[in-house]
């Protein structure tokens, strides 16, 4: 056994002797110290040898086996080293080299507009309307006979509005007021949301007017609400907004599904009130229009106007997008030019 330890020491010294590389190093170890390995066969006759031999062979074992460990240890340092170097000289990096540019993306105008109104009616106390009660695609009933809406209006003709192939009475909506009434559906007063989302009207595109763009509606119903809590929210919506320095005026106008009911403008940013081709020399531009719920309407969802009153307003988010940074015509947000959107 003594001759048999000797003869494989030396073949392994041999063969590590020959190694070229890391992976030579570990064929050699698997090959001579591994579990399966030659000494660790031999090590298993050391059970049947005499007392005596057992100390003088296995002291010899262990002998060799710590030699060859620090052999392939050396070995191995030695390559693992050079590998190193060659790979360092390889993917050597030039610092003084400038980096790569790598682009962000960011918010678009409209999420970031749309974002920043939410978040301050949720300021006020509103919250926001689940997904499932304001759909994009609506039945007239609910775009227009529940919001008060005659069948002969001027809305509902095909000039106005998308009609939907084979699905009778079905439209893509023309506004967000018909979330309100699905939420005074599904809901007790007092209700105080707003429901944020994409409307589509069949329009001419040009700088002003898109036939599809985004608004938010909001509903306040109550025991109490008057028209002087709708100013008050409005205003304060405004000046959290644009600012406190920009003026702003209620008008008189007509709403079907409000009574009384009023546009808000406020004073055109390209021109600051002098008149100019944005606000058709006017000095004003439109942002919202707002007004009491109708009687008929909270009749129709089950609500006793004689107990219950409330306040309604829609806003066009493009709109106030474009006065707030000074836009000028609203086709910049659906181009996808990077020259604009990376401006925001």
């Given amino acids: 056994m003594k001759t048999q330890l000797e003869n494989i020491y030396n073949s392994a010294k041999a063969d590590i002797e020959k190694a070229q ?34 100390r003088t062979i296995g002291a010899l074992a262990n002998r060799i086996t710590n030699d060859l460990e620090e052999m392939l240890k050396e070995k191995h340092d030695i390559f693992y080293q050079k590998e190193l170097n060659e790979k360092l000289q390889h993917d050597r990096i030039d610092i003084t080299l400038s980096g790569k540019y790598i682009p962000e993306g960011k918010v678009h105008p409209i999420t970031a507009t749309t974002n920043e109104i939410v978040t301050i009616f949720q300021n006020l106390g509103f919250s926001v309307v689940a997904p499932e009660l304001s759909p994009e695609v609506e039945t007239e009933y609910y775009n227009f006979d529940m919001l008060n809406v005659p069948h002969d209006h001027p809305a509902r003709d095909v000039q106005d509005t998308f009609y939907i192939k084979n699905m009778p009475n079905a439209v893509l909506r023309s506004q967000t007021s018909g979330a309100q009434i699905h939420v005074m ?7 105080k949301v707003v429901a944020p989302g994409r409307v589509y009207r069949n329009e001419n595109v040009n700088s002003r007017k898109n036939n599809f763009f985004h608004q938010i509606e909001g509903l306040y119903v109550d025991k109490g609400i008057t028209f002087g809590d709708l100013k008050g929210v409005l205003n304060e919506f405004i000046r959290l907004y644009f600012g406190a320095s920009r003026p702003t005026r209620f008008r008189s106008s007509f709403f079907p599904f409000t009574e009384p009911s009023a546009e808000v403008d406020v004073q055109c940013i390209m021109c600051q009130g002098k008149g100019c081709r944005t606000c058709s020399g ?8 707002a007004g009491m719920v109708d009687v008929n309407v909270l009749k129709g969802v089950g609500i006793d106007p004689e107990i219950y009153s409330g306040f309604a307003f829609g806003m066009g988010i493009e709109r106030l997008s474009m006065l707030k940074y000074a836009i000028d015509d609203i086709r910049l947000f659906f181009n996808n030019d990077k020259r604009f959107l990376e401006q925001f």
Avoid at 282 to 289: F, K, P, R
């Fill in 185 to 191: 559906e599904n809901q007790k007063p007092p209700i």
């Fill in 282 to 289: 006017t000095g004003w531009l439109e942002i919202l229009g």
């Fill in 21 to 54: 590389s890391m992976n030579d190093i570990d064929e050699i170890r698997l090959k001579y110290l591994s579990r399966k390995g030659e000494f660790n066969s031999i090590k298993k006759g050391l059970k049947d040898l005499s007392d005596e031999d057992k």
